[in-house]
Nanobody, 127 residues
Framework: QVQLVESGGGLVQAGGSLRLSCAAS????????MGWFRQAPGKERDFVAA????????YYTDSVKGRFTISRDNAKNTVYLQMNSLKPEDTAVYYC????????????????????WGQGTQVTVSS
């Protein structure tokens, strides 16, 4: 069992930055691939970014490439999402997710592939 707790959300003006954190507890964090998803009101939960458990592989949805960066610190059991040049369309509840894996550089981009989820943190970008 893995427990995930997101933090770092808030209200920011367009063009601003936020860094989300996801702290994990429970089983060995370093054996989990991690992902960030977001859900806007009335919409499905969509993939944002993913990282392998080594941190050697990352992947982003097209709309955030060049603006968002996913990273992890396995010593701190934490994954981060640095969000720069934020846009109003980035407004959503952001969730982190974890998936146990034996593949060091594999990552996952579909929400059904993840086993554990955090409670979410709200990000609001004003125009």
């Amino acid at each position: 069992q893995v427990q995930l707790v997101e933090s770092g959300g808030g209200l920011v003006q367009a063009g601003g930055s936020l860094r989300l954190s996801c702290a994990a507890s429970g089983r060995t964090f370093s054996s989990y691939a991690m992902g960030w998803f977001r859900q806007a009101p009335g919409k499905e939960r969509d993939f944002v970014a993913a990282i392998s458990w080594t941190g050697g592989s990352t992947y982003y949805t097209d709309s955030v490439k060049g603006r968002f960066t996913i990273s992890r610190d396995n010593a701190k059991n934490t994954v981060y999402l640095q969000m720069n040049s934020l846009k109003p369309e980035d407004t959503a509840v952001y969730y982190c997710a974890a998936r146990s894996t034996l593949s060091a550089n594999y990552l996952y981009t579909h929400r059904r592939e993840y086993d554990y989820w955090g409670q979410g943190t709200q990000v609001t970008v004003s125009s």
